[in-house]
């Protein structure tokens, strides 16, 4: 075993549950039995599918059906301008809405398995055309709306994109110079009203194709299998890829709320990604749709403040986040937290990176209430690995394997061999077993790295990890990211945990540095908080705080400080780039970072 395994759990005790007085029953109370009784077919069974037998479409489970029942005048969309006007949306709204965006789309000849691009913020126009899309059986592909041209234009062109919807202000900071080298766009669907751009040869209006558009559509048929979204992964480790799912993905992202999420009917949701990643558009559009709950959006960007009333104005009941945003509440310290009340909130969850156990606790200091960590990837769709509602919470670990999903952690024997690893506690690849229904279908113009995912009846995930004795999964790293010194295989989030719990850090990124005698040595880069100063004192006192933690094989052995650790921008720490800056190495595919 090498030293590093086993410190998080046994640091960090787990949190039991119930915790807090809620008087909601959780959806998954016997983990057991539910995960023995659950078949995907009855999780389909649980949707309406199109009337008269015409197949399944993302749309109609996320808007018509509700559109058409009790939940008519329901609030389906609450959006939260930057300026702090609110537009509410209920069902029926987003119905018509989104019937005349398919309208607009048909008349311009846009048909099924289109590609059609969004590059906007986070405003309504963004979601209207992305169920409008689904509706007319074309695919939805956001595009992050803080992307540069070059990211921009290369999506684009992957993707083949007929339609580009985006707003007058990004079209000409970022679209305008590129024109040329769009081929495959057909058609760019202006949100403003800017009268110079009018002129320009295949730029329409939207407002004014909507106006025209007829509130009424039928879906046409949909098969489960026909294409429906197209989402670029977040360029952690390389260059993004291009992830195509279909239509029966929603059987996944509504069954995967309900336990994950622990979705129930009078829930205000609120999830803060983007849908320029997945999160945000499997859990930030259609799952809280397809329960038919009330689904808060804000236009504006992190801050501290702001969100602290949203949780409280808007009585969010179940809120969706992500590490790098939890740790910048956990900067600005609980007290802000403790001026606002949260009687509503139920129920906190975190994806994207692996959630220290530091902010699981952090939670409980500010909210009364852990964060409930979950694991999945643009790949996979939908939730895989959750820490559940009604089981205790391990801080650190990812928690154990949503209903339907078969997960293992396998070792490679040989170049197209695995085998299974049925010790607990031992570190290998997470694996899963194909045929959960939000699975993607291909890399887009890569079908050769598709294809390199499946081994021995498994999906590689290309993420280490480890099954302790009672079924709960602990990440280890990245497969790119894990170091190898002296024999022992050590994760870098292992290492960042434990430099996080030092009052002084607010950030850190951990690599392995080639070394002659150790193969790589732990190279720490750390961002500290206000108020603390980089120093050789605070370096000696964070290399002892981490040997003390981790022991000699796996603690750093050299720390530097930085303003801030690179990260991409869905807020994922970029320890490739760290690593290339520290050995003088080209940076690699950089589209995806965050501008420091
Ligand atoms: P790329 O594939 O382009 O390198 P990416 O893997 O970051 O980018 P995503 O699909 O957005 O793109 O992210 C999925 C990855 O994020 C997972 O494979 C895992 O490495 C990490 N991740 C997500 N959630 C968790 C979590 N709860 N704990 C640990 N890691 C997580
Ligand atoms: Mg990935």
Not at 48 to 74: K, Q, S, Y
Not at 241 to 246: E, P, Q, S
Not at 382 to 399: L, V
Not at 441 to 463: A, M, N
Request: one cysteine or more; aromatic letters at 8%; glycine letters at 8%.
């Amino acid at each position: 075993m090498p030293e590093s395994a086993p410190t998080l759990s046994a640091r960090w005790p787990a949190i039991a549950k119930p915790h807090g007085a809620s008087t909601v029953v959780p959806n998954l109370v016997d983990y057991e039995r539910t995960r023995a009784e659950f078949s995907w077919a009855q999780a389909r069974a649980d949707l309406d599918g199109l009337p008269n037998g015409r197949g399944l479409n993302i749309a109609h489970e996320a808007v018509d059906r509700h559109a058409a029942g009790d939940r008519r005048n329901r609030v389906a969309l609450g959006w939260l301008s930057k300026d702090g006007t609110r537009r509410d949306f209920t069902y029926a709204d987003l119905c018509d809405e989104t019937s005349r965006f398919a309208n607009v789309l048909k008349s311009l000849g846009v048909g099924k398995g289109d590609p059609v691009a969004v590059l906007a913020g986070r405003i309504p126009e963004l979601y209207i055309a992305a169920l409008g899309t689904l509706k007319n059986g074309s695919v939805f592909t956001p595009l992050f709306s803080a992307f540069g041209p070059e990211p921009i234009q290369s999506r684009i062109n992957i993707a083949r994109a007929t339609v580009l919807v985006t707003t007058d202000a990004l079209y000409r900071k970022k679209i305008e110079a590129l024109r040329g080298s769009l081929p495959s766009l057909q058609h760019v669907l202006l949100v403003g009203e800017t009268p110079s751009i009018q002129k320009l040869s295949g730029v329409r209006h939207l407002r004014s194709l909507m106006a025209d558009a007829d509130q009424h559509f039928t879906i046409p048929p949909t098969d489960p299998e026909d294409a429906a979204l197209l989402h670029f992964t977040s360029g952690t480790t390389g260059k993004p890829k291009g992830a195509l799912h279909v239509h029966e993905a929603v059987v996944a992202h509504h069954a995967t709320a309900r336990f994950a999420l622990d979705f129930h009917p009078d829930d205000v949701f609120w999830c803060t990604a983007d849908p320029g990643w997945v999160t945000g558009t499997s859990y930030g559009i259609i799952a809280p749709l397809t329960h038919g709950l009330t689904s808060i959006v804000d236009e504006a960007d992190f801050d501290a403040g702001r969100w602290y009333s949203i949780l409280q104005a808007e009585r969010i009941t179940v809120w969706y986040t992500a590490p790098t945003a939890i740790r910048m509440l956990m900067k600005a310290g609980a007290a802000a937290a403790r001026q606002h009340a949260f009687p509503s909130l139920r129920f906190l969850a975190s994806v994207g990176e692996p959630l220290n156990p530091e902010a699981v606790a952090w939670g409980v200091e500010a909210f009364d209430k852990p964060f409930h960590d979950n694991w999945w990837q643009t790949e996979t769709g939908g939730i895989m690995i959750a820490n559940f509602a009604a089981m205790e919470i391990r801080p650190g670990s990812m928690g154990r394997p949503l209903p339907g999903i078969d997960v293992a952690i396998v070792r490679h024997v040989g170049e197209d061999a695995i085998e299974v690893v049925e010790a607990p506690d031992t570190e290998g690849e997470l694996a899963l077993r194909p045929g959960w229904p939000s699975m993607f279908r291909g890399y887009l113009s890569d079908e050769e790295r598709y294809r390199k995912c499946f081994v021995g009846g498994y999906y590689l995930t290309g993420d280490l990890a480890k099954r302790d004795r009672d079924g709960y999964y602990w990440f280890i790293g990245r497969a790119d990211d894990v170091i190898k010194s002296s024999g022992h295989l050590i994760g870098p989030f292992e290492v960042e945990s434990v430099l996080l719990e030092h009052p002084a850090v607010a950030e850190a990124g951990v690599i392995g540095k080639p070394d002659p005698v150790a193969l790589e040595v732990v190279k720490a880069f750390v961002a500290l908080k206000l108020g603390y100063e980089p120093n050789e004192t605070l370096k000696r006192e964070l290399l002892g705080f981490a040997r003390v933690r981790l022991g000699a094989a796996v603690a750093p052995k050299e720390i530097d400080f930085r303003p801030s650790i690179p990260k991409n921008r869905a807020g994922k720490i970029m320890r490739r780039l760290l690593k290339a800056r520290e050995l003088g190495l080209p940076e690699g595919d950089i589209s995806t970072l965050e501008a420091s």
